[in-house]
């Protein structure tokens, strides 16, 4: 080798190297470099979904219990205010009822319906005549069942009864039955 390929190659060589090393960089390095970004931000992304999962299955034992807890509320709540109104037994539930407690009765005529948002109010008004103090005990005894019921009166007055002497009590009393809106 003489001297002028000798320079040549002494001054290709340092720009050989700078290529050399400048290729590695942005076709190798930088390349690998983003992957291994990405990759780890995957992996964060991964781990925090995990971490979130932990919690959740932490929480799992709870809200089953929760839930049994709540089932529970459902099945109470549903005897309180059934699906359906079941006319024909509340009709023989209230006349039990009603003659238990000495109330005299003619006839009991649907009223109107009142849909609500969460529940159907149903009227049922029932003429009737009694003593206040049997009155009492059939609203009381009806306030202290299980299902939801509700009373108003219409037309309440008051008499004396000629044959007992007894103050008398008569009208109407409005029934109304609530049900689930379904």
Request: with cysteine; proline share 4%; aromatic share 10%.
């Amino acid at each position: 080798m003489d001297k002028k390929n000798m320079q040549q190659l002494i001054i290709m060589m340092p720009i050989i190297l700078i290529a050399g090393i400048f290729c590695y960089y942005k076709y190798l390095l930088v390349p690998l470099n983003a992957d291994v970004g990405k990759i780890n931000s995957e992996l964060e992304t991964i781990k925090k979904e995990y971490r979130e999962s932990e919690t959740r299955a932490s929480r799992l034992p709870k809200l089953e219990k929760e839930i049994v807890i709540l089932n529970m509320d459902i099945t109470e709540i549903e005897k309180k205010l059934p699906p359906n109104k079941d006319v024909p037994s509340l009709i023989r539930l209230l006349s039990k009822k009603m003659n238990a407690n000495s109330i005299e009765w003619s006839r009991l005529a649907p009223g109107t319906q009142n849909v609500k948002d969460y529940y159907i109010e149903h009227s049922y008004t029932i003429p009737f005549k009694t003593t206040y103090h049997h009155l009492g005990a059939f609203l009381a005894e009806i306030g202290q069942m299980e299902r939801i019921f509700a009373t108003r009166f219409n037309k309440l007055s008051n008499y004396v009864d000629a044959k007992t002497g007894t103050t008398m009590v008569q009208g109407d009393l409005i029934f109304l039955i609530y049900t689930s809106k379904g």
